[in-house]
């Protein structure tokens, strides 16, 4: 077993707007992004499975067409290799949970 402590993690940003905090198991990427109102996250798409918790906020997110706001308390879960994009309509808290594991955001841990 491991331990962190949030306080601890470095925050980084890895896009215009996004600020969050990386921990990796072995089998998942989780992050903990703080996103201001107005972000954009550009469409995209990836082979990982992403669960996305809000905790704080709003968020419109849009995959594979459908469109919804995530608001405090809000899951949404994506497939792998689904289209998506969003913006933040206000100040937003939300954990990213990925799996398998994001090689591409192995960089950004501490």
Not at 73 to 83: F, K
Not at 90 to 108: A, G, K, M, S
Request: overall charge negative.
């Amino acid at each position: 077993m491991t331990y962190t402590n949030l306080d601890d993690v470095p925050e980084k940003s890895p896009f215009p707007g996004w600020r969050g905090k990386f921990i990796r198991s072995a089998g998942m990427t989780f992050v903990y992004w703080d996103v201001p109102a107005g972000t954009v996250l550009p469409e995209h798409s990836h082979p990982h499975e992403q669960v996305a918790h809000t905790f704080e906020g709003e968020f419109e997110i849009v995959v594979d067409g459908v469109a919804q706001v995530l608001r405090p308390g809000s899951v949404s879960v994506i497939p792998p290799n689904a289209v998506h994009s969003g913006r933040a309509l206000t100040d937003c808290r939300i954990l990213d949970v990925f799996c398998p594991v994001r090689e591409d955001y192995i960089q950004f841990e501490e």
